[in-house]
């Protein structure tokens, strides 16, 4: 449990014998479990099921949306399945990057699907439901931009220009695949895009400072 869905260990109070010799010990109810954030916990808990029951969550969530119960239950087994695919890049939120970048990587204009990456542009965690489902809380990206973005390393602003954040030096950003990133502009950006855009390059820049 430790090191599958926890990845913490708990401290343990002393057990010791009451008066009637029984085995008795402190428990602990609802206590907060470090990096425990529900998308990436729950997340495990699917790796975890997976590999345990191969199969068994899709069966389940298949007879949750066709077995009947009112259509409110439904709708919210609709909204929850598309939540889940979206958090690992598939479903409507993918399609609709490829369809507003053309299906090309929106920085380098990398073309090969399995290499492109639905990234968020305002964090899974940090966004709501509708944020996270929303297209222009997005961006497709080649994977090297993605992990990148996603780590705050660099961020954009508000006319496609990409902003190396971090500081990393042209050899780093060479070897990371994001070599020549001042001459790699994003265009097609829309109004609706720079709320997010503003949320992303605040949350990287008080990263980055902060960690000065």
Known sequence: MVDGLFRYRAHKSPFFMNKDGVLEG???YFAPLPGADAPDFFERVRVALEIQRPG?????????MTDGRSSEFQGKATAKEALVKARIGQGQFRQSLID???????ATGLCESKLLRASHIVAWAAGTD?????PYNGLLLSAAF???F???LITLSNDGAWENVAGLSADELERAGLGNIGLQKVVGLQASHHEFIARHRQ???EKWSNSE
């Not at 509708?130 to 929303?134: G, V």
């Open 26 to 28: 402190n428990q602990v």
């Open 56 to 64: 068994h969550l899709d069966r389940a969530l298949e007879r949750a």
């Open 100 to 106: 507003m970048w053309g299906g090309k990587c929106c």
């Open 130 to 134: 509708e944020e996270r489902l929303n």
């Open 146 to 148: 993605d992990a990148a």
């Open 150 to 152: 996603d780590a705050h």
């Open 203 to 205: 949350n990287a820049y």
